[in-house]
Structures are given as structure tokens and as C-alpha cells.
């Protein structure tokens, strides 16, 4: 399909526009260390990175969420990740590069995540990013597949949802930006989970490497 110039970028962050994945496979493999495991290989944890704090604990230790057992352990591995919250992690190559060409242009763009804002700021400040609008899952009373989120930082941004790409490497990502009536951009270089494609997901333009969005993106 003939792609429309956005008037605004809007970014989901961990496996799309940040690779977090080495940090969070730190503390997740430090949780096993506390109960006596050995680590797991990181391509596993890094599979399950976009499905939060409980996936990793349920991956870790095999506890079930509605246990005291998991609760202790998500405690665990999220204090252990915040003393560490930004150590690997890197603005993906080359979406680094575009994003402080666009930046200079003074071009509006922001992120949409559902990560707590505990873990989003100090990331943001070690990695000098600076977007226009932020919105973190303790922001709103909803979040993403919702599509207020999205509508929010539209909002923020001074500009209509119509004239946003929502970019995400989640399918309720992808179901955000749908329901928020953006342009609903799937990654498939994110955090995917082994048996999910991408592809099938309701987006409206998919791209398979880094280099192929900045590519697409650059024509604007």
C-alpha cells in the first residue's frame, strides 16, 4: 500500500526502539543465581522480554502468578534490573542515527510503552533520549492494546491520531495503533516470541530488519 508521510513517530520501547533484552536477561538470570539455578541462555529470555516482569519470573522459576512465591520473585528481579536498568542497553542500529536526524529537525515523536515509569526515566537518561511525549503504564488507568495511551501522546504531540505511525514489536501493539486509527507498524526484529509471526498480525506495513524501517522512514 502507497505509505502516507506521518506527521509524527510514535515508538513502543523495549525490542523497538531500545534493545533492553541483555539487561533484563541480567537480572532475570540473577533471580535464578538467588535460587541456586543456573542461567539460561539468553536468545530464551530474550524471547519473552516484551511480555513483562511475570513472564520473566514464570520463565526463571516455573512459579505460578497468583503465588507469594512469584510475587517475592518479580519483586526480586525487578530491583535487580532497576540497579542495573540501563547497562547493555542501546537504541537499535540504525534507528539511532534517524532518530537524531529527526530530533534536529525538530520533528515530533514519542513513546508509548507499558513499561512503569520507575524503569522508563533513568533508561531514557542514560541513553539521552528525549522524546515529545511520553506515556508509561502507571500513567493512565489503561494500557496498551487500549488505544488511549496512543491517543494521549497524538495529544501531546499536538497532532491527529490519523497522522501518527504507532510502531511496536507486540501484537497489542499493533491492536493499539489499530484501535487508535494510526498506522499500525509491526517489527520483526523485536523481542518475538518462538512460534508468533509477525506477518499475521493486523498491521499495516510489517518490517522484518532495523535498517528496512529506517529506510522506509528516511523517505519522509
Known amino acids: 500500500m502507497p505509505m502516507q508521510m506521518p506527521q509524527a513517530i510514535l515508538f513502543d520501547l523495549d525490542g523497538t526502539l531500545v534493545d533492553t533484552a541483555p539487561d533484563l536477561a541480567n537480572a532475570t538470570n540473577a533471580l535464578r543465581a538467588h535460587h541456586g539455578l543456573a542461567p539460561l541462555p539468553y536468545n530464551v529470555i530474550r524471547s519473552q522480554v516484551s511480555n513483562g516482569g511475570s513472564a520473566l519470573v514464570t520463565l526463571a522459576l516455573g512459579l505460578d502468578t497468583a503465588s507469594i512465591e ?11 534490573y532497576e540497579q542495573a536498568v540501563a547497562v547493555h542497553s542501546r ?5 539511532d542515527g534517524w532518530l537524531k536526524e529527526w530530533h534536529a529537525d525538530q520533528r515530533p515523536w514519542g513513546i ?3 513499561k512503569p515509569r520507575r524503569y522508563t526515566l533513568p533508561l531514557l537518561e542514560a541513553l539521552a533520549l528525549q522524546p515529545g511525549a511520553l506515556l508509561c503504564a502507571d500513567d493512565l488507568s489503561v494500557k496498551k492494546p487500549a488505544p488511549e495511551p496512543l491517543w494521549e501522546a497524538a495529544r501531546r504531540l499536538g497532532v491527529e491520531p490519523e497522522q501518527c505511525w504507532y510502531i511496536g514489536d507486540h501484537v497489542r501493539d499493533v491492536q493499539a495503533a489499530v484501535a487508535a486509527g ?26 522484518e530488519e532495523c535498517g528496512a524501517l529506517v529506510d522506509a522512514l528516511r523517505a519522509f
Not at 512469584?70 to 535487580?80: V, Y
Not at 537504541?91 to 534507528?95: D, E, K, Q
Open 112 to 114: 508509548v510503552t507499558n
Open 70 to 80: 512469584h510475587t517475592l520473585a518479580r519483586e526480586f528481579l525487578l530491583d535487580s
Open 91 to 95: 537504541v537499535f542500529s540504525p534507528l
Open 182 to 207: 494510526m498506522t499500525a507498524v509491526a517489527v520483526g526484529y523485536g523481542y518475538i516470541s518462538e512460534g508468533d509471526d509477525y506477518q499475521q498480525w493486523p498491521a499495516d506495513l510489517w518490517f
